[in-house]
């Protein structure tokens, strides 16, 4: 089956660095990745979707500037988490699919991001 | 735009017993899809059953069944001989055809009890 890997499975970082976040597509071509934020006991709220060699579309609301989103090949998409905050800590999901018009999301396991 | 709700934020059952999750949801369009995705404590988003808007029969998957009501914008999952592993929070979400975008329901927190 499909199989998205992100690295690092969690992070702690101090207020003022920047985390990076990697999200893979292990065994197919994701020609469509999303990047999505779950605080605790919530949904999950979709944050940008990013198409490989283009720029990302962010949702209303997500700074563009805060999280840089980066999709540079059909297999690694990365989210970049600039100047980070205690508010930013939160746990930071990406799914990939492949193909135009909907495919299946494939999940990856996610990263929990605490920034003290 | 469209909208998934899921009126039980928590269940709990015994186990080997059935359980029934609702979900409603908004929209004007004719063509879509439905998911239920479980998340167990790991995290992992698991995709359980999918509901092509266009098929009048309900999708089973082993023990999860759906019952899909079109004209009445439902779409309950019906979990059989529950099991300890089905423990899990449990999102509807929303796909319209064509579109890239999924849209989750805010979760149900199913406790399966030994």
């Known amino acids: 089956g499909a199989v998205v890997s992100q690295h690092p499975s969690r992070v702690i970082c101090k207020s003022g660095t920047s985390v990076k976040i990697e999200c893979r597509s292990l065994?197919?071509?994701?020609?469509?990745m999303f990047w999505y934020r779950q605080f605790p006991k919530q949904s999950l709220m979709l944050m940008a979707t990013s198409n490989e060699g283009s720029k990302a579309t962010y949702e209303q609301g997500v700074e563009k500037d805060k999280f840089l989103i980066n999709h540079a090949s059909l297999t690694l998409s990365t989210l970049t988490v600039t100047s980070a905050h205690p508010e930013d800590s939160s746990f930071y999901i990406c799914?990939?699919?492949w193909g135009a018009g909907y495919n299946e999301q494939f999940f990856g396991p996610g990263t929990r991001l605490t920034v003290l | 735009a469209q909208t998934v709700t899921q009126s039980q934020p928590e269940m709990s059952v015994q186990e080997a017993e059935t359980v029934t999750l609702s979900c409603t949801y908004d929209?004007?369009?004719?063509?879509?899809?439905l998911f239920w995705y479980k998340q167990p404590p790991s995290r992992q988003m698991i995709l359980v059953i999918r509901?092509?808007?266009?098929?009048?029969q309900n999708a089973t998957e082993n023990r999860f069944s759906v019952n899909f009501q079109k004209a009445a914008k439902s779409f309950s999952l019906k979990i059989s001989d529950s099991q300890l592993g089905d423990t899990a929070m449990y999102f509807c979400?929303?796909?319209?055809?064509?579109?890239?975008?999924?849209?989750f329901g805010t979760g149900t927190r199913l406790t399966i009890i030994p």
């Open positions: 979400a929303f796909i319209l055809f064509g579109n890239e975008k999924l849209t």
């Open positions: 509901q092509e808007a266009y098929k009048q």
């Open positions: 929209t004007s369009e004719n063509n879509y899809y």
């Open positions: 065994d197919f071509q994701a020609t469509t």
């Open positions: 799914s990939a699919c």
